[in-house]
């Protein structure tokens, strides 16, 4: 028997899959047209602003519709860099925060069913080296945020290294999405906000910050 609180969810993820189906999910160019409106009701509402800003990303980020980074950049348009990328790291650990206890706790049973069979032969490697894993892949933002929560919460991951990868591993996106909300005006995706320089530099981040686990099992190998 499902309880209320994935009932609700269900019901939520539904609704949102259907309208963006039958009206095509928002991108900037919607947000660029409607940014005057959007800015007066900040201005006269931005508590509960923010609150919206926060609940979005923890609905956007825990599903497969392209939503997030679009929310993310406009939260530096409408906050300012500085509250802007606060208010993205704050959010963004909320949204990993619940994705990761949905996995783990009330939706594990549906999800081992779906991608367990799959972790179950690296699950010892993500138990030693997880943070780094975690973290690289945070970095690199190549697999979506949804997976890695899911992944996470199936995994014998600690909560305390799954907590630390995920803080240091949203800062710079975090960092580069507010500072796109400056250059709202100019931009027509998010895709223009990463230029090779950026792209290569979280490359190189997300690279160094495996450098323990290939020394760790150098060391292992050297003990035979």
């Known amino acids: 028997m499902l309880s209320q609180s994935k009932i609700f969810a269900i019901l939520l993820v539904l609704a949102l899959s259907v309208a963006a189906f039958r009206h095509g999910t928002p991108g900037l160019q919607d947000i660029q047209n409607h940014k005057q409106a959007i800015g007066l009701f900040v201005g006269s509402h931005y508590g509960v602003s923010v609150a919206l800003f926060f609940a979005l990303c923890v609905i956007f980020i825990n599903s497969p519709l392209p939503l997030a980074a679009a929310m993310k950049i406009l939260s530096g348009y409408l906050f300012g860099f500085y509250l802007g990328t606060v208010y993205n790291v704050g959010a963004t650990l909320l949204a990993c925060l619940v994705g990761f206890w949905l ?122």
């Open 103 to 224: 996995s783990r706790y009330a939706f594990r049973r549906r999800f081992e069913q779906l991608f367990y069979a799959r972790l179950e032969s690296i699950e010892h490697e993500i138990e030693r080296n997880g943070l780094y894993y975690f973290f690289s892949l945070r970095v690199a933002m190549v697999v979506p945020y949804f997976l890695i929560n899911i992944v996470a919460g199936l995994s014998r991951l600690s909560f305390r290294d799954y907590l630390l990868s995920t803080v240091l591993g949203v800062l710079p996106a975090s960092l580069i999405y507010a500072n796109g909300g400056e250059r709202l005006e100019r931009i027509r995706s998010a895709a223009e906000l990463f230029e090779w320089q950026t792209a290569c530099s979280l490359a190189l981040v997300a690279a160094a910050s495996l450098l323990p686990v290939w020394l760790r099992r150098g060391d292992r190998r050297s003990d035979y």
